[in-house]
């Protein structure tokens, strides 16, 4: 492929040009809903981690005041500022390992995909260079 944009460039094949301006039209609509619907599941992701600390801050403190009623109000803002920053490295740390993962994944589905273009020009009639 050219590295010069469609409109400066004469088409190889009008009918293909046409079809791949159909595709990218499409391939917007398609982009835009996925946009939306991944907002969407950002913005509930984010409700329930919210939700879910909360809960999780409120069970901490009831449990602390009860077992360990005796300590001044510095040491339980020691031991309550311990376990909120164990509790963010350990999130971080599994979300960091998903996101890599996710990564790779991506990484090795473009590769494919890249390879897939290069297999599909040499096998098209009239793009052979000789």
């Known amino acids: 492929m050219s590295d010069v944009p469609n409109f400066q460039r004469e088409p ?11 595709m990218a039209a499409g391939d917007w609509a398609h982009s ?22 909360a809960v999780t801050m409120f069970s901490f ?5 009860s077992i360990f009623h005796h300590l001044s109000i510095w040491q339980s803002h020691g031991i309550t500022i ?10 971080a740390s599994i979300l960091l390992r998903v996101n890599q993962r996710r990564d790779l994944r991506l990484a090795h ?13 040499e096998r098209k009639p009239g793009c052979r260079d000789g």
């Open 12 to 22: 190889e094949n009008p009918e293909n040009e046409l079809f791949q301006d159909e």
């Open 32 to 53: 835009a809903a996925a946009g939306d619907q991944q907002r969407k599941r950002g913005a509930s992701t984010l409700l329930v981690t919210g939700l879910l600390m």
């Open 61 to 65: 403190e009831a449990a602390k005041q």
């Open 82 to 91: 311990g376990f909120s920053t164990i509790t963010a490295v350990v999130v």
């Open 109 to 121: 589905e473009i590769s494919q995909r890249r390879l897939m273009e290069v297999d599909i020009r």
